[in-house]
């Protein structure tokens, strides 16, 4: 778990950046997301005050973007393609595939806070589909059975 | 330094030859993100440990994507007295052996994709020649010959692949920035909008507007602060070109964006680039700094006293901010709706100021027009589809990858000339373009010629150029569902037609796809389709239908078949299809027993499995491990 006093100090550091008011809303709440994974509470109210805009401001813009999420997220980000490239080439079954790997639906952090499972319309590798990416790793050419034996690199 | 004339750009075209052509072996790693996702950051270590090992002289460098993703990871060898050898499918450990292959002055002719005899400067309209004294390759393929590159004609994509993205003496070496120096010294603003204007360029992004023409819109709206901007969120699922040409040659873009702002009388713009493009974020980002550095962007622009300034923003995950009134809000920091144009951004954009909105390729072509003329441009292309466009053939499809080509090639060259056809010798069944917004074009129209009329005439459109194929094996209700399922995800949810209506539809769609649908529910998905379209405040909406009429229109059969035999004849969508083992075919292997989810198969080694159907999920695992096509599907 995050230790509350260190958020505190770390996000003011960021939001000292940000002062040119509602333009600022979303690269400040990139910044945030970034370093914590999400959006904790604290933050939306703090970017809110050094911006100078109304939270529900703030709170609409971490609400619309998919980039951002109010909920912790695991250790590990997996993003699975569904553009047209990878749904065409069975990406949807991938997504299957780990949600029972996985024990969890897509959108949802397991217990242990180690994997978050997300869909992404198309990370534009769709020559290599169906793909996926897992923090920083993008793997393609996926088949069903080959999830397992990636999942183990991360745990 | 900054450059201050031809002159200084001239001493660092040297530097930038000397760089791409040193008078050692040079190897290129194709570094983009396409690269990367097949193992090629590998590759390159690989070489540069193997290179330091046998104390090699050869420069080891990055570049772009030169288009054939299929065959990444790709790996170039340049040699002073040789032909440019393309290598493919390469891996860590054949990157050691080629390079001790190369160490002892040899090839290896299998891993060859195909050969560079020479390079085409299509800003100078030159070709240059490489010097080939030795016998190295002498068997392998021309590049130009090859049929996936053979009908193609790079101008967009001109330096990806062959240039370091992070050297900008590498990008001014071929013939960059020597025509935004013209442009500032010799051209006045008109006659740069006249000059785009009669190259007949239409945007690149979608909906294909003359791009001078809106210059000029924008150029002539009262005011003294305008706006540029690139719009590089690409977000249509299965187009990516514009993530390669900003990773590949992002100097291109800001080449085009210099001008257009000396065009248009802009002193400040903006690169909009999508959140999940990490790495074209980066590129761009490194580009601008060196730009600002050689006194190429910002203050004072090759000592002409023009001024302009790029800024990025990112997105945060939002398909709709595509849309260009939405992704203005999106800059301005708020969330990605669109507003009712008119005024269109021209007249009030950004912050309420004229503001000019072009893609990716649009301002990449830019500089290519103004090097080589509106009459040299507009020779390529149809009637009222000039110039070039880069699709991405991807889907099923043997060849994938990024491919430029003339307007007005047909779709059959496209698929079975460029593409090789499809895989596993299945049926060629429809090609979608033009993502969410566009439609699924039949194979009985494979020899439509492709430009934004006819794509419109075929109920689908040009979009940003992504081009999916598919086979036999799609279901096309299931390609619709898919499509709606999308826009209902990514409608902002403003206006009531969008977000109901799709909602609606889409619960038809799985009701059909379900074998639940009665036959009248054909017409109320028709008639929903047509307030959807007429009714919806932007594009999103107004184009989302699409995907489903064109389905209707080619595939009603396919519909109906759904509705009134309960059957998926593609065999896909899961409550209307049932697996079993053929006792004939099974070895009893016992891997689909294995890689079962529900423990639903059973029987013993050696013997015919069978599957228990109240079990079965349909997650089709039984099918795809099968290595004796035992598993069937009715």
Redesign the interface.
């Known amino acids: 778990m995050i230790d509350k006093t260190k958020e505190r100090v770390d996000l003011g550091k960021i939001a000292n950046k940000y002062r040119d008011g509602k333009a600022g809303v979303i690269s400040l709440l990139q910044e945030i997301n970034l370093q914590y994974g999400y959006l904790p509470e604290e933050a939306l109210k703090l970017a809110a005050k050094k911006l100078d805009v109304p939270l529900i401001q703030v709170y609409s813009v971490a609400t619309f973007y998919t980039a951002f999420s109010l909920r912790p997220r695991g250790r590990h980000l997996i993003n699975v393609c569904l553009g047209t490239a990878c749904f065409v080439r069975g990406g949807t079954r991938i997504v299957e595939k780990l949600e029972r790997e996985l024990g969890i639906k897509a959108g949802r952090t397991t217990e242990d806070l180690k994997f978050s499972l997300e869909t992404v319309h198309c990370l534009g590798c769709c020559s290599l589909a169906p793909v996926m990416r897992i923090d920083k790793d993008t793997y393609g050419r996926l088949r069903q059975e080959k999830v397992p034996q990636i999942l183990k690199r991360y745990k | 330094m900054k450059i201050k004339d031809q002159k200084d750009l001239e001493k660092l075209k040297v530097k930038g030859l000397d760089s791409l052509y040193p008078k050692a072996m040079k190897i290129n790693v194709g570094l983009a ?2 690269g ?3 193992g090629a950051q590998a590759v390159f270590e690989s070489i540069v440990k193997e290179i330091q090992k046998q104390g090699i002289d050869a420069v080891v460098s990055k570049t772009g994507c030169l288009g054939f ?2 065959k ?1 990871p790709l790996v170039d060898v340049w040699q002073p007295d040789s032909a440019r050898i393309i290598y493919c499918e390469m891996n860590p450990e054949k990157a050691r052996d080629l390079v001790n292959e190369l160490a002892q002055g040899k090839t290896r002719r299998e891993w060859a994709l195909c050969k560079l005899e020479e390079e085409e400067f299509i800003i100078e309209g030159t070709k240059r020649k490489y010097s080939i004294t030795g016998k190295n390759g002498k068997d392998i393929p021309l590049y130009q010959e090859l049929p996936f590159y053979k009908k193609q004609k790079k101008i967009v994509l001109r330096n990806c692949g062959f240039i370091n993205p992070d050297n900008i003496e590498e990008y001014i070496a071929r013939g960059g920035y020597f025509t935004l120096a013209r442009v500032l010294s010799n051209l006045k603003e008109e006659q740069v909008i006249e000059e785009i204007k009669n190259s007949g360029l239409r945007g690149r992004g979608g909906a294909g507007f003359p791009t001078g023409v809106k210059w000029k819109f924008c150029r002539d709206a009262p005011g003294d602060m305008k706006y540029i901007i690139c719009n590089a969120d ?7 070109m514009d ?1 390669s040409i900003l990773e590949g040659d992002p100097h291109s873009v800001l080449e085009g964006m210099v001008i257009g702002a000396y065009a248009i009388g802009s002193h400040e713009g903006y690169i909009y680039v999508r ?4 790495l074209a974020y980066q590129s761009v980002k490194q580009a601008i700094e060196q730009a600002e550095e050689y006194g190429l962007l910002g203050e004072n622009i090759l000592n002409s006293g023009f001024n302009f300034e790029i800024r990025i ?7 709709v901010c595509g849309e260009e009134t939405a992704l203005l809000a ?7 709706e669109p507003r009712p144009r008119p005024p269109f951004p021209a007249e009030r954009g950004l912050w309420d100021k004229p503001t000019n909105i072009n893609n990716v390729k649009t301002w990449a072509n830019i500089p290519v027009i103004i090097a080589r003329g509106a009459d040299w441009y507009s020779k390529m292309g149809t009637a009222k589809s000039k110039g070039t466009m880069v699709f ?1 053939l ?3 499809i043997n060849n ?3 491919v430029e080509v003339p307007m007005g090639i047909k779709l059959r060259e496209m698929i079975y000339d460029i593409g090789g056809g499809i895989p596993e010798g299945k049926k060629f069944k429809a090609v ?1 373009t033009g ?1 969410p917004s566009g439609g699924c074009i039949p194979s009985e129209l494979a020899d439509l010629e492709v430009d934004y009329e006819k794509l419109t005439q075929a109920g689908s459109m040009m979009g940003s150029g ?1 081009m ?3 086979d036999e094996d ?1 279901c096309m209700v299931n ?1 619709a569902k ?2 709606l399922n ?1 826009t209902r ?2 409608s ?1 949810g403003k206006c009531t037609p969008c977000r109901e209506g799709i909602k609606r539809m889409l619960e038809i769609l799985d009701d059909i796809s379900k074998g639940k649908a009665e036959e009248k529910d054909l017409e109320l998905l028709e008639s929903l389709a047509k307030v959807v379209k007429d009714a919806s405040l932007c594009a999103l909406g107004g184009t989302a239908p699409n995907p489903v009429l064109t389905t209707l229109r080619y595939f009603r059969n396919e519909y109906e078949a759904h509705i009134k035999d309960k059957k998926c004849p593609a065999h896909i969508c899961p409550d209307l299809i049932r697996y079993s083992i053929s006792k004939e075919k099974c070895t009893g292997c016992g891997l689909c027993l294995k ?1 079962c ?1 529900q423990k639903a198969i059973s029987g013993e080694k050696k013997k015919p499995h069978s599957i228990d159907k109240n079990k079965c999920i349909k ?3 039984c099918y ?2 099968c290595k004796f096509d035992a598993v069937e599907i009715d």
């Open positions: 993100t396409c990367i996702a097949t993703c299929q990444e690409e977000g249509d699922p299965g187009a990516y993530r959140n999940e493009y990490p923003s990112q997105g945060a995950g939002a398909f999106s800059i301005e920091g708020r969330i990605g991405s991807v889907g099923k994938t990858g990024l979608q993502g992504g999916v194929v598919m799609t390609v898919y499509f999308f995800d990514e902002c890689e989810p997650c089709g695992i795809e491990v």
